[in-house]
């Protein structure tokens, strides 16, 4: 079964809204949750890292003031799209990892967001 | 040399093919390993993970070289449902941190 929970699955919004994701890790805690886009037939982009009861760590070139991330506990972490638009349309993915240094990433089944 | 770097492909094979992917990555320090698969509009789902020389499960053969610093991923007897992106995935930096090929799509034909 799922390890890694991720809600909405898809989400329409109007331009100018804010969309929130939410990512929860199901069977372990996650210290550390990864933030992903993907444009179509592009790779996974990694956006920022969450980091739970710290600050996020965002990538060069992602507004920090724009994806709004908090990891409150050892198993939620939140994206939100600030006054989203047409062009932050995209796949958005959540992983996260167990404590182990080994251990793999687990996705969360990805948030399709149309902006209109 | 990138911090991850597959075949571009795509691969296009018939089933009952045999095909192999390669990927370098530049973090000699890496210890861990991952091949993901990505089904059109879905998430990355793990296929193996590679901790030592490699790994078998199936029609699923993993190898790594640490000496050349590359992992394969062999698929024998190509199935349709094999039809994805296959990802190449390596740890580096702080937070444990992984790092993404950019994928090879790999498209098996009857």
């Known amino acids: 079964g799922a390890v890694v929970s991720q809600h909405p699955s898809w989400v329409i919004c109007k331009s100018g809204t804010s969309v929130k994701i939410e990512c929860r890790s199901l069977?372990?805690?996650?210290?550390?949750m990864f933030w992903y886009r993907q444009f179509p037939k592009q790779s996974l982009m990694l956006m920022a890292t969450?980091?739970?009861?710290?600050?996020?760590?965002?990538e060069q070139g992602v507004e920090k003031d724009k994806f709004l991330i908090n990891h409150a506990s050892l198993t939620l972490s939140t994206l939100t799209v600030t006054s989203a638009h047409p062009e932050d349309s995209s796949f958005y993915i959540c992983?996260?990892?167990?404590?182990?240094?080994?251990?793999?990433?687990?996705f969360g089944n990805g948030t399709r967001l149309t902006v209109t | 040399r990138k911090e991850v770097e597959q075949d571009p492909g795509p691969f296009n094979v018939p089933e009952g093919a045999t095909v192999a992917f390669n990927c370098t990555y530049s973090?000699?320090?890496?210890?861990?390993f991952f091949w993901y698969r990505q089904d059109c509009r879905k998430e990355p789902k793990l296929l193996m993970s590679?901790?030592?020389s490699g790994n078998e499960d199936g029609r699923f053969t993993a190898q790594l070289n640490r000496a050349s610093q590359y992992i394969s991923l062999l698929i024998r007897d190509s199935k349709l449902s094999d039809s994805a992106t296959y990802l190449c995935?390596?740890?580096?930096?702080?937070?444990?941190?992984?790092?993404f090929g950019k994928g090879t799509l790999l498209t098996v034909n009857p």
């Open positions: 992983s996260a990892r167990g404590s182990s240094y080994n251990s793999p990433l687990h």
């Open positions: 069977d372990f805690q996650a210290t550390t």
């Open positions: 969450s980091n739970e009861g710290s600050k996020a760590t965002y």
């Open positions: 973090n000699s320090a890496s210890q861990s």
């Open positions: 590679v901790y030592s």
């Open positions: 995935v390596v740890p580096g930096g702080s937070n444990y941190k992984l790092t």
